[in-house]
């Protein structure tokens, strides 16, 4: 079987730093797995893009994959209360997402907007 690249984008590793790391090795266990199975099960192919994402543990990982250069660049890793991804939208980290029971604004980085 064909083995991927993985690779990540320089802003993951500020991702990193505000996940614990006990669930960060979980993480990082769990990405290291695409590099054999890019689309593993329970992987969502997000609408509009070509981008997917799934989820370990309380977290969400967002990654794309770009098959005729046989690469996976992890682009986004958050906590899933913070890290909203609409589905049936372009994922935009400006679109509004609920957090807390409240519609909120969301930044680049992944946090509410006042």
């Known amino acids: 079987m064909v083995e991927y ?8 590793q500020k991702d990193f730093n505000a996940i614990p790391k006990k669930d960060l090795k979980k993480i ?10 890019p689309r593993p099960p329970g992987c969502e192919k997000l609408t509009g893009q070509q981008r997917y994402r799934f989820r370990q543990g309380r977290y969400r990982i967002l990654y794309s994959i770009q098959d005729d250069e046989l690469t996976v660049w992890v682009v986004k890793v958050g906590h899933r209360r913070i890290f909203i991804v609409d589905t049936n939208k372009s994922v935009n980290p400006k679109h509004e997402g609920v957090i ?5 604004r969301i930044d680049e980085t992944g946090k509410a907007k006042k």
Not at 5 to 12: D, E, G, P, R
Not at 28 to 37: G, H, N, V
Not at 100 to 104: A, D, H, Q, W, Y
């Open 5 to 12: 690249k993985v690779s990540f984008k320089k802003s993951v």
């Open 28 to 37: 990082l266990d769990r990405i290291e797995l695409l590099a054999e199975d």
């Open 100 to 104: 807390n029971g409240r519609s909120k």
